[in-house]
């Protein structure tokens, strides 16, 4: 079988460095005008499972091809964890061929190092590029970054990927490679195509739906790989891969099961063709529609957001992908003053008391004067802080990196007491309420501690092994002694603050992480996947139904918490629609500020709402709203 495959492949002659490329592009000679190369993608490589064997075995059957490099276009394990991480590192680092791995959303969505193990493993922070046979292949991520979320390419990233397409040399062809296939499920992907046309990209190669598929990503051919292990068992049992051949002004793509011959899947064109455009293609984003609420675009930055803003009088804090804490005075329109972490800032900013906290991915948690970034202290985490925090008084309650939470007093940064609990990242915000502090974590536990003493009185699971259904990325919501949660296994629960038991759990409607509580506790909200907005009543001790309302934007799963203001219940989601919806249930309005997720809707003391968004954007809604126009479901 070695030999058919080496007969197949054998004009594949390529001369390739050895060494991953990182952030500059190295040349390497051709001997020939074909290219060969293997293209894995979606492995979910689990230390000591199936995948694991299944990717060794394959490592070994292209180490016996005529391949001369690989490329791995993410999804390498299921977590994103450390030990997953190195598992699937260590089994590719068998590889006789050069190789280039990006990361995929399961690198990015629960990484427990805040995406910084991949960068210290695999060379790269998501950012690749290299060239071979009169290419230039330029790789790059696409998160979500932190939180479940449709892709969207950082506005660095973008920017780095034109600067590479720029130095392209003469004659030289550019090949792009992604784990996500540039259609509406990257919400910037008419950015991102728009860019790779103006550089005539020949194609580009994703996986992420664990299936071959030749697509169209606005008139350019887009290569889509199967997964390792096949997405329907039943139908196609067998594990494998994928070959690329490139020659001339065409490429073909090849399934690989492992132990058989190469099958070929299609061969197409480079670059736009009449049999391209025959093909589908994702439909443009609904236009813009905020300004009929009032709302306003305040802060468009250079970099990605991925925290909520913490609201000082005129000025605002927040935190950007590339690691910098700002102050921006929004009457004026100018930056006050700016501090610059080691890595990215996951954490929404609090201030209170003249003191601005936030903690960042380098692995510490800040204090610093509201008025001018002066650093007041800093507390050294051992690992990424990516969790929210929560000012009750002069405390500060927040997470020290994964396994920990901690009581802080927040003028001096004193630690009166650490919770350690192993592993896993607390990254939703805690709750305090009678004497207790209720915060989840993704080590499948949902904790209660005395506020007092940091001394564990109960913890709460939900049975399942699973850490991707873990309370990590909720927001307790505590209401006449009861504390209810929602987490990502789409139930939702009530439990009694003092004991942790269990008083109702319901499957009931597809709920997942996004919760609310009304202005009076009579009710609590949560979001549904089928975009709805849901009110639960908190008193009874079974599930009560007060009514369900959709708010009109669909399908969403983004884990942005629901602000109640004035009587009015704000929700957002993964494409950048903003909802309202009176607490009797009444929809007023649904617009769209931007295409990419939310993640924090922020109060400000006059009643305004602070939204931002991934994309960079931050827009204030004022503290009102238009009439009601459509009806409750009962």
Not at 91 to 105: E, S, T
Not at 266 to 289: K, Y
Not at 511 to 521: H, M, P, W, Y
Not at 546 to 566: H, K, N, Q, R
Request: charged share 20%; net charge positive.
């Amino acid at each position: 079988m070695k030999q058919k495959i080496a007969l197949l492949l054998a004009a594949a002659l390529l001369l390739c460095s050895g060494v991953q490329a990182r952030r500059a592009p190295r040349h390497v000679a051709p001997r020939a005008a074909e290219l060969n190369f293997a293209f894995l993608t979606d492995v979910h490589v689990t230390p000591r499972g199936e995948s694991d064997s299944l990717l060794r075995a394959a490592v070994a059957e292209i180490n016996a091809s005529a391949v001369d490099f690989v490329l791995v276009t993410g999804d390498l394990c299921n977590m994103g964890s450390d030990a997953e991480l190195h598992c699937v590192h260590g089994i590719l680092k068998r590889l006789r061929k050069p190789w280039f791995a990006v990361p995929g959303n399961h690198e990015t969505t629960w990484s427990e190092s805040a995406c910084t193990t991949f960068g210290r493993l695999f060379g790269n922070d998501g950012r690749l590029a290299f060239r071979a046979g009169g290419y230039l292949f330029v790789g790059f991520t696409a998160g979500p970054y932190m939180k479940m979320a449709d892709g969207s390419v950082r506005r660095e990233d973008l920017q780095w990927v034109e600067e590479q397409m720029r130095a392209a040399r003469p004659g030289e062809r550019i090949v792009t490679f992604c784990h996500y296939p540039l259609t509406n499920d990257v919400t910037n992907r008419t950015a991102v195509t728009q860019l790779l046309r103006r550089y005539d990209v020949r194609f580009d190669l994703c996986g992420h739906y664990h299936t071959l598929r030749l697509c169209n990503f606005d008139s350019i051919p887009g290569l889509m790989g199967r997964s390792l292990i096949p997405k329907n068992r039943m139908q196609e049992p067998a594990a494998g891969y994928n070959l690329v051949r490139v020659w001339g002004d065409s490429v073909a793509l090849y399934e690989k099961r492992l132990g058989e011959a190469p099958r070929l899947s299609f061969a197409i064109p480079q670059g736009n063709s009449a049999a391209l455009a025959a093909l589908p293609c994702d439909p443009q984003p609904a236009p813009i529609t905020y300004e009929r609420t009032g709302a306003a675009l305040v802060v468009e930055d250079e970099a990605s957001i991925y925290t909520g803003v913490a609201v000082v009088g005129d000025t605002i804090f927040y935190g950007t992908s590339l690691g910098v804490l700002k102050a921006y005075d929004v009457k004026n329109r100018r930056e006050v003053w700016r501090r610059q972490f080691g890595n990215a800032v996951y954490s929404t900013p609090l201030a209170a008391g003249g003191v601005v906290v936030a903690g960042d991915a380098a692995g510490a948690v800040w204090g610093l004067d509201a008025a001018t970034g002066r650093r007041l202290w800093r507390i050294a985490a051992k690992t990424p802080v990516i969790g929210d925090g929560l000012v009750a008084g002069d405390w500060l309650y927040m997470g020290l990196g994964s396994g920990s939470m901690a009581k802080i007093e927040l003028r001096t940064g004193r630690i009166a007491w650490e919770f350690r609990f192993g592993e896993g990242q607390p990254q939703g915000r805690p709750a305090v309420a009678g004497g207790r502090v209720v915060f989840g974590a993704w080590d499948t536990n949902l904790y209660c501690l005395d506020e007092a003493t940091g001394e564990r009185l109960w913890s709460w699971n939900n049975g399942s092994p699973q850490k991707l259904y873990s309370p990590g990325h909720i927001v307790p919501r505590i209401v006449g002694g009861r504390v209810f949660i929602v987490a990502p296994d789409r139930c939702m629960t009530a439990l009694d603050l003092a004991t942790g038991r269990e008083i109702w759990r319901v499957k009931r409607r597809k709920v997942r992480e996004t919760t609310g509580v009304s202005a009076d506790g009579s009710a609590v909200y949560a979001k549904t996947m089928d975009g709805e907005l849901l009110a639960i009543d908190t008193a009874p001790d079974a599930f009560r139904r007060l009514w369900i309302t959709p708010a009109g934007f669909g399908y969403d799963y983004t884990a942005c918490p629901v602000t109640v203001s004035g009587g009015i219940a704000y929700l957002a989601d993964r494409s950048g629609n903003v909802a309202a919806v009176r607490e009797d249930g009444t929809p007023l309005w649904c617009v769209k500020c931007c295409n990419s997720a939310a993640n924090f809707i922020t109060e400000a003391p006059d009643g305004s709402l602070w939204a931002t968004f991934a994309e960079g954007k931050i827009f204030r809604i004022p503290p009102h709203a238009p009439a009601g126009h459509k009806k409750k479901i009962p």
